[in-house]
């Protein structure tokens, strides 16, 4: 499977819904609204992500819409380039909105192949901390954007601090972002799987206001979404499978990791209140490489990695 390239994908944010060619009445020479989504293939029940990798049970909130209709979402419904969609696994919406609506949003799944994520350091983590050096890494960045033409980003801190259960080895956090001048926030929220040969990423942007929405439906999420046997966590074979070249922290540093020269791959196209946020999966291995030293010593059968 290719390196996913989507760090974080966006629904609808401020005051009104997007003009979609997908939104459009009829009478502009476009499909309807109901018309479009009639198209998506919603699907409820229990799913199955990229031929058995992991499956979501999805929960009662929720609708489920596979590779296809996620990228005609993520395209033709939301703006975005193709090829921005085109790693994309599946996506959850919620069931009470449209997607097209202002009220509409949802949570893109994709998976990151980059090797078995050692947890060791999940426990010696100071969130504190590495928010500091995260808020200070965002000029780096920022330097980076305006050459590409792009607004600054600010990271305002945490909307909800890391939180990882070793039991799981599932963990979320949520950042604070400020585009530019604009005086709304954005709400960054993360959800992140470990599994034997990578990480199933689901990433979500919208208004801050949001939060409570989203955060209700975390644990839900955390819960309904499981790797398939012979790709789980504890099916790692040291020595045999691939493992990646960071751990929990590089997890969350992600993209704005600016101090290892990551951001070169950045752009970011603003559409009708709408946010996408790219970077080249490969670029952040090699940085955080830069940024952390050496890869972590892969553990071994007797000694298995302990947060």
Do not use: C
């Not at 689901?202 to 790709?231: K, P, Q, W, Y």
């Amino acid at each position: 499977m290719r390196h996913v390239a989507v760090l974080a994908m966006m629904f609808a944010v401020g005051a009104a819904a997007p003009q979609s060619a997908a939104a459009q009445s009829s009478s502009g020479g476009n499909s309807t609204r109901e018309e479009f989504e009639a198209k998506l293939g919603y699907q409820t029940g229990t799913v199955t992500l990229s031929g058995g990798l992991a499956s979501i049970r999805v929960p009662p909130s929720f609708r489920f819409l596979g590779p296809e209709g996620s990228r005609r979402l993520l395209t033709q419904g939301w703006g975005n380039p193709p090829d921005a969609a085109e790693d994309v696994l599946g996506m959850l919406v919620p069931a009470h909105a449209s997607p097209l609506s202002k009220d509409g949003w949802g949570i893109v799944i994709t998976y990151d192949e980059d090797g078995y994520v050692n947890d060791r350091d999940a426990a010696g983590l100071n969130y504190t901390k590495l928010l500091k050096e995260m808020q200070e890494g965002t000029v780096t960045t920022n330097e980076e954007r305006r050459k590409e033409g792009f607004e600054p980003v600010t990271l305002i801190g945490w909307a909800e601090p890391p939180s990882y259960d070793a039991s799981s080895h599932k963990m979320y956090w949520a950042k604070d972002l400020v585009f530019g001048s604009a005086t709304e926030h954005t709400l960054n929220y993360n959800i992140r799987i470990l599994g034997r040969r990578g990480v199933l990423v689901l990433n979500a942007i919208a208004a801050m206001d949001h939060l409570e929405a989203v955060r209700g439906e975390t644990r839900t999420l955390l819960a309904a979404v499981d790797f398939s046997d012979g790709h789980r966590y504890s099916d790692y074979l040291p020595g045999k499978d691939k493992a990646a070249a960071y751990g929990v922290t590089g997890l969350i540093v992600g993209a704005t990791a600016a101090k290892a020269g990551l951001f070169k791959a950045l752009w970011i196209g603003l559409l009708a209140f709408k946010k996408l946020i790219l970077v080249g999966v490969a670029a952040l291995v090699a940085a955080l490489k830069r940024l952390f030293g050496s890869a972590p010593q892969e553990p071994t059968a007797e000694q298995p990695a302990q947060p």
